[in-house]
């Protein structure tokens, strides 16, 4: 049974750093492509950065890139998400997902099915 499950977000003031991990069970994480995405208050869930499964190529969103990083610990089945220099508008819920029907990698993160409970973030002073 596929199972994801996030952690690492709290209160943090402008500026700040977070790193999200994404631990994952019930399957061998780089076998996969990862994302992680996120889902503010009154606003549609985005996509915020995805790990290929073949060669761990990241994608961020293009508002994004620069301040997130995305890489992958094998030895430890996790994903993660250094995040710097955040903003307000970065706070969200964060989750973290991954296609077990489709085989599209991050191209088809639209598709994702498999899904953690998710990580507050508050980026606030």
């Known amino acids: 049974q596929v199972q994801l499950v996030e952690s690492g977000g709290g209160l943090v003031q402008p500026g700040g750093s977070l790193r999200l991990s994404c631990t994952a069970s019930?399957?061998?994480?780089?076998?996969?492509?990862i994302g992680w995405f996120r889902q503010a208050p009154g606003k549609e869930r985005e996509g915020v950065s995805c790990?290929?499964?073949?060669?761990?190529?990241?994608y961020y969103a293009p508002s994004l890139k620069g301040r997130f990083t995305i890489s992958r610990d094998n030895t430890k089945n996790t994903v993660y998400l250094q995040m710097d220099t955040l903003k307000p508008e970065d706070t969200a819920r964060y989750y973290c997902?991954?296609?077990?029907?489709?085989?599209?990698?991050?191209?088809?993160?639209?598709?994702?099915?498999?899904w953690g409970p998710g990580t507050q973030v508050t980026v606030s002073s």
């Open positions: 790990i290929s499964r073949s060669d761990g190529s990241p």
């Open positions: 997902a991954t296609e077990t029907t489709t085989d599209y990698g991050c191209s088809g993160m639209a598709d994702f099915d498999a």
């Open positions: 019930g399957f061998t994480l780089d076998y996969y492509a």
